[in-house]
């Protein structure tokens, strides 16, 4: 005769039976709990964040792989007309059709627009962009990595407004991460992903000892070097060694913080493509490559070989290299920023053919990406921080040089002052037709001849109307391209501080 099982027993086994079942339906779930658990960095108070984080949440794939790794590019500067007119002289450079030409980011499933604004200026500048993207809130221009009630200059008010970026929340949960800009590594692009600065401009220490309200405030570079996060970024490659060292460089502490970085074990300080190589075969734990004292080079004048600068492909396939060694035995992936600097820095020359060849150098390192990831696992952003005044205009016939004359087949098309203009011009900037000693007479309305300007060529400066030193960024919104886990969320038109929230939902940190 089979015992009779009292109510308690058959309780206890179909709760068991269910704990087992609801086990195995969410065994994923459960893998990832420890990435999940406690997802409450410092800024998660800040209404933007929250906003933001809603916003990204309604957008994320419910049914989707977890992307173990993550690669954020920022065109700097890279607005949809600089997009357009790369791809163009992509295509000529190449001997063919232009206008259908295609760049590695327009063979992306997913686009979106992002709204650049910061929380004080409808124009922004790229530490609040930056920012932004890099800790789910939008703050004040001129600021890194402290929320909008810190003042741009005031370090006292920094106090209680810090976050933790998204390179920060990656290393404590045992993910890689590396940065890598053309510009100094300490400007306010990469300088986002680590730096807690009321001004970011105060990149070294004599920087900041000019600074009226400094007093209690680290500079960015020593920031870096003495970084907390995890055990610091696998990789750091770009320009700047001027604002680590005091020999020959701009500090006036007489501190080398290059020597003070590696000086734990395991890390390796690189200064040219050469040393760069090598270091790689060596496969150090960690790897800091500064190779020009303040800015890398233009592309179009990169000195190259064993003893030149690395370009930004070259750098990106260095990075990955070193993150996919530093990784393959952890459950964690990583999280790798890439910015493409110096696009910016050519439109506010009003250079716009440097700006193009620059794009496409990112382009170019977007596309080394790709090639050394897998979409299953691995999620690619491509963005800008903000726009530039670029235009493109004047009815330039099919196959005109997008650096050359506005025109039809017949020549050149004129203005009313009888002159030709060029297809790509700006706003504003230091090409101004009315700058001072410019070939014009503002008084009769005629703008310089540009008829024998070479206007092809990399330092020319593309017109402009209000005379400026230095051309302004533009306000309009921006292009998201994303492909990998959750790139669908990556749609229709998005607060810029979404972005944070759409990777860490492809982290599945929450």
Known sequence: MRPRLSFRTCRRMVLTLGAALLA????SFSANAAETKGFSPVQASDPGFQSAATKAKTKAQSKRQRAR?????VGDGMGVATVTAARIHAGQRLGRDGESHELTLDTFPHIALSRTYSHDFQV?????????????????????????????????????????????????????????????????????????????????????????????????????????????????????????VSEGGARKDGRDLVAEWTRQPGR?????????????????????????????????????????????????????????????????????????????????????????????????????????????????????????TLTIAGYAPRNAPILGLAGAEEGPATGKDGRPYTTLGYANGPGSVFAPGADADPADGRRPDLSAAGVDHPDFR?????PLDSETHAGEDVAIYAWGPNDGAFSG???????????VHALKWK
């Open 124 to 244: 922004p500048d790229s530490a609040a962009t930056a920012t932004a993207m890099t800790t789910g809130v939008k703050n004040r221009s001129g600021v890194l990595g402290l929320r909008s009630a810190a003042l741009l200059g005031q370090c006292a008010s920094a106090t209680g407004q810090e976050t933790e970026t998204l390179f920060e929340l990656a290393e404590a949960r045992g993910y890689a991460t590396g940065i890598v800009s053309t510009t100094r590594i300490t400007h306010a692009t990469p300088a986002a992903a680590f730096a807690h600065s009321p001004h970011r401009d105060w990149e070294n220490d004599a920087q900041l000892a000019r600074a009226r309200d400094g007093a209690g405030c680290v500079d960015i570079a020593r920031q870096l070097v003495e970084w907390k996060a995890g055990d610091g970024f696998e990789v750091i490659l770009g320009g700047g060694l001027a604002n680590f």
């Open 24 to 27: 195995a339906a969410f065994g």
């Open 268 to 388: 390796v300080f690189v200064r040219n493509q050469g040393e760069l190589t090598r270091a790689l075969e060596a496969d150090p734990r960690q790897l800091m490559g500064l190779f020009t004292p303040s800015h890398m080079t233009y592309e179009g004048d990169r000195p190259k070989g064993e003893t030149g600068e690395p370009g930004l492909p070259e750098m990106t396939r260095a990075a990955i290299t070193r993150l996919q060694r530093a990784t393959k035995s952890r459950k964690q992936g990583y999280i790798l920023l890439v910015e493409g600097g110096r696009i910016d820095h050519a439109h506010h020359e009003s250079k716009a053919g440097r700006a193009l060849l620059e794009t496409l150098m990112l382009d170019e390192a977007v596309r080394t990406a790709l090639e050394m990831t897998d979409r299953s696992d691995t999620l690619i952003v491509v963005t800008a921080d903000h726009s530039h």
């Open 493 to 503: 038109t998005l607060e810029q501080n979404v972005i944070f929230h759409s990777i």
């Open 462 to 466: 593309q017109p402009s109307l209000v």
């Open 69 to 73: 790794n993550v690669i954020m590019f």
